[in-house]
């Protein structure tokens, strides 16, 4: 299996790869253009897709998903192309929803207990105090609990 079965890879990981396997750089470098002109290796592809897919399984904000797609080697133009795809609302509605599933989660433990937790949560997965507050706000409307005046 290569590398490219598995998924779709960027051009710095293919690179790495080649380097790993004691591929002289002239030789990749050839390689890896060769595999960008025919369309193999898109970076732009990728992290658009990438981008995309994370979010809507993981959950994660814009800033987590930048720092992902740049430690995969992805150019920072090309990261800011990426998650710009990404809307506010977008991030709040999957901040929401990580929030509605750490509040059911945590069923029965003291609500200023469960407000740290949940907040840390979104706080991980890279949500910044704005967006973390009216998520857990909108989780508690959504199941019925209300807001927590207690820390606003």
Same mark, same amino acid.
């Given at each position: 299996?290569?590398?490219?079965?598995?998924?779709?890879?960027?051009?710095?990981?293919?690179?790495?790869t080649?380097?790993?396997?004691?591929?002289? @750089?002239d030789?990749?470098?050839?390689?890896?253009?060769?595999?960008?002109?025919?369309?193999?290796v @898109?970076?732009?592809?990728?992290?658009?897709?990438?981008?995309?897919?994370?979010?809507? +399984?993981?959950?994660?904000?814009?800033?987590?998903?930048?720092?992902?797609?740049?430690?995969?080697?992805?150019? +920072?133009r090309?990261?800011?192309?990426?998650?710009?795809?990404?809307? @506010?609302?977008?991030?709040?509605?999957?901040?929401?929803?990580?929030?509605?599933?750490?509040?059911?989660?945590?069923?029965?433990?003291?609500?200023?207990?469960?407000?740290?937790?949940?907040?840390?949560?979104?706080?991980?997965?890279?949500?910044?105090?704005?967006?973390?507050?009216?998520?857990?706000?909108?989780?508690?409307?959504?199941l019925?609990?209300?807001? @927590?005046?207690?820390?606003?």
């Amino acid at each position: 299996m290569t590398r490219l079965d598995s998924r779709a890879r960027t051009r710095a990981e293919l690179a790495e790869t080649l380097a790993g396997k004691g591929v002289p @750089d002239d030789v990749a470098e050839r390689v890896l253009d060769r595999l960008q002109e025919i369309g193999l290796v @898109d970076d732009a592809d990728f992290a658009e897709r990438w981008t995309a897919r994370r979010h809507e +399984s993981k959950g994660l904000s814009r800033r987590a998903l930048a720092e992902e797609l740049r430690r995969k080697g992805v150019d +920072s133009r090309v990261v800011q192309e990426a998650v710009s795809a990404v809307s @506010d609302d977008d991030e709040v509605r999957a901040a929401t929803r990580l929030a509605v599933a750490r509040l059911r989660a945590g069923a029965g433990v003291d609500e200023q207990r469960l407000t740290r937790r949940v907040l840390g949560a979104l706080g991980r997965k890279g949500y910044g105090s704005e967006v973390a507050w009216t998520a857990l706000r909108r989780a508690r409307e959504e199941l019925g609990e209300g807001s @927590d005046d207690t820390w606003t």
